[in-house]
């Protein structure tokens, strides 16, 4: 079985810098896809960011595109999501879910979308 964790999550200031990872584990497939995703308090779980398993290709929400960037290294199993210029409103619990896919440019959006999760790691955006 896949597993996912996320790591590099903190309490960082307005402006500031942090960088995520997802690393996978365990039986790990050929070819998937990641996706991070965000929940805030309150607030439904929300997609950010995904990348295909080849890395080719990576897709963004809106609100994060020009200051998040999603990258994966496959010799290490591990994706991830450097956060720049971080706003309070980045504030939530992120996690990263893997989608094992044939296709090496998939990069899907929806939640429903992934097979297995990571456990979260808290990020907080506060002076």
């Known amino acids: 079985q896949l597993q996912l964790e996320e790591s590099g999550g903190g309490l960082v200031q307005p402006g500031g810098s942090l960088r995520l990872s997802c690393a996978a584990h365990?039986?790990?497939?050929?070819?998937?896809?990641i996706g991070w995703f965000r929940q805030a308090p309150g607030k439904e779980r929300e997609y950010i960011s995904c990348?295909?398993?080849?890395?080719?290709?990576?897709r963004y929400v809106d609100s994060v595109k020009g200051r998040f960037t999603i990258s994966r290294d496959n010799a290490k199993s591990t994706v991830y999501l450097q956060m720049n210029t971080l706003k309070p409103e980045d504030t939530a619990v992120y996690y990263c879910?893997?989608?094992?896919?044939?296709?090496?440019?998939?990069?899907?959006?929806?939640?429903?979308?992934?097979?297995?999760w990571g456990q979260g790691t808290q990020v907080t955006v506060s002076s």
């Open positions: 879910a893997a989608d094992p896919t044939m296709a090496p440019e998939r990069c899907p959006t929806g939640i429903w979308e992934y097979d297995y």
């Open positions: 365990g039986r790990t497939p050929d070819n998937y896809a």
């Open positions: 990348i295909s398993s080849s890395g080719g290709r990576t």
